[in-house]
């Protein structure tokens, strides 16, 4: 069975699509599944909508955190729940769709963890970013790069499919809950001796976003300093 975790935070005008157009792929796919959605301290619709779509498809899973507490914390919640021998996350604003995960399964053989890449040259960007922010995003995965993971492109897709006991593993691990939980668990992944592979994928800038730079940009700089002085860049840089 594929287990699908979907984080979300106030997403009731977005997520319905994305809900909709992952069970009808899945669906007309025949996919054994579950679909089981995060709902991260939503103060909107978010909940409602999916008790409602749950109800009439028990695939469809709520869990709900009654704060906020971050992507990296919505993620983990569900993978810990999840039931399924593959467990992809995927973004609530169907950036990445559902369909990309077709050209991942030929390398679960080989592979514990294949990772969306909008990074490599076989990817496909169909809608970009606005300017500021994609350069600061390429500025992260230098950084990265350079002082974390090298030979990983896009760290930060939110679109990765792990191996079950790969997924709890990891994520039993996992500490981080903002925007650099990707990398931790990426890190935490090539600590435990896990096979990563990075796949190209098609991607589209989705507006607005849950996640500004500007305003992260302490957090973000704070996790990574806290990565670093946990020790983990000499365990798993190489």
Known sequence: MLSIVIPAYNEEARLPNTLNKTIHYLEDHCFAYEIIVVS??????????VSEISAQNPKIKLLKNIKNQGKGAGVKKGILAAKGGT???MDADNSTEISEIGKFFSYLEGFDIIIGSRALPESKIVDHQFWMREYTG???NKVVQAFFMKGI????????LFKR???MAIFKRASINGFCFDLEILLIAR??????KEVPVSWTNSKPSKVSFFRSSLS???DLFRIYNKGQIYKYHN
Do not use: E, M, P, R
């Open 87 to 89: 467990v992809l996350f």
């Open 153 to 160: 492109q896009d760290t930060q897709c939110g679109f990765k």
């Open 191 to 196: 600590q435990l001796g896990y096979k990563i």
């Open 220 to 222: 973000i700089v704070a």
């Open 138 to 140: 390429k500025l992260f």
């Open 40 to 49: 991260d301290g939503s103060v909107d619709k978010t909940n409602q909508i």
């Open 165 to 167: 006991d790969a997924a």
